[in-house]
């Protein structure tokens, strides 16, 4: 009994030194920013935005992390005055916001990126990042709706 007590008990620290094999076997760099495909779309889609030279618009824009709920915010955007329905809200308050969060996470090398842009003003509609896969509870992820130029 003793023995396998014991085998059980190398077993077991043996098995808790290594990372599970699903994050063991996902690359620490998400592949579309390792090939540079990710800045390419990205370049893509600001160059059509400044493109449609939108300067008044508005936006609902909601947040998913582990964070406090802030449900969805109007976002106001005319000329440089930004304005947000919540006077709580930490996100984004505007379209080169939204770039430069898709821009942070390309430079920093995320772990995982996801982003929709819209066809027609190249406007990002979704964003999705992980930093890191070592880390518990930092992804974000931003819903851009309801986008209407003013």
């Known amino acids: 009994m003793k023995r396998i007590l014991a085998t059980a008990s190398i077993l077991f620290a043996t098995t808790a030194m290594w990372p599970p094999a699903?994050?063991?076997?996902?690359?620490?760099?998400?592949?579309?920013?390792?090939?540079?495909?990710?800045?390419?779309?990205?370049?893509a889609a600001r160059a059509?935005?400044?493109?449609?030279?939108?300067?008044?618009?508005?936006?609902?824009?909601?947040?998913?992390?582990?964070?406090?709920?802030s449900g969805d915010v109007l976002v106001t955007v005319r000329g440089r005055k930004k304005t947000a329905s919540s006077p709580d809200w930490y996100g984004p308050r505007s379209v080169p916001a939204l770039f430069k969060v898709v821009h942070t996470a390309i430079t920093g090398q995320a772990a995982s990126l996801v982003v929709r842009y819209d066809r027609t003003t190249g406007r990002p509609r979704f964003i999705s990042i992980d930093r890191s896969r070592q880390i518990?509870?930092?992804?974000?992820?931003?819903?851009?709706?309801?986008?209407r130029r003013l």
């Open 22 to 43: 699903s994050t063991a076997d996902q690359p620490d760099v998400d592949p579309a920013i390792a090939s540079g495909a990710a800045a390419k779309q990205f370049s």
């Open 48 to 69: 059509k935005w400044l493109g449609a030279g939108i300067n008044d618009y508005r936006f609902s824009i909601s947040a998913s992390c582990y964070c406090i709920p």
């Open 136 to 147: 518990a509870d930092e992804e974000i992820a931003y819903t851009v709706k309801a986008f």
